[in-house]
């Protein structure tokens, strides 16, 4: 399944696979998205897979958030790589 982001306001389904492939879609339609929200949730409860390149994206958006005081939520269980990730680094 290829990657497929829907929204409504801020709230965001990822669902699909976010791989290198499909990271061009994921950083498109994020770019500049802390300029149009203050808070962003994030869901990745459809995401069926994701490689090192989708973490270090969902980890890039992150510290963007952080570095610009802005509130992202990432819910969902979605994969086990992207819960791993964000539960054994520091946010800050």
């Known amino acids: 399944m290829n990657l497929e982001i829907t929204s ?3 709230f ?3 669902r699909g696979i976010l791989d290198r492939k499909s990271l061009h879609l994921f950083q498109t339609t994020f770019e500049h998205i802390f300029e149009t929200f203050d808070k962003l949730t994030i869901s990745i ?3 069926e ?3 090192r390149y989708g973490v270090n994206a ?3 958006l992150h510290n963007e958030a952080i570095t ?3 509130s992202l939520s990432i819910i969902g269980y979605g994969c086990k790589d992207v819960y ?3 539960s054994t680094n520091d946010a800050a």
């Open 84 to 86: 791993e990730h964000f």
């Open 12 to 14: 965001f389904k990822i």
């Open 58 to 60: 969902l980890a890039k």
């Open 68 to 70: 610009k005081h802005k």
């Open 45 to 47: 409860e459809g995401l």
């Open 8 to 10: 409504y306001n801020n």
């Open 49 to 51: 897979s994701v490689d």
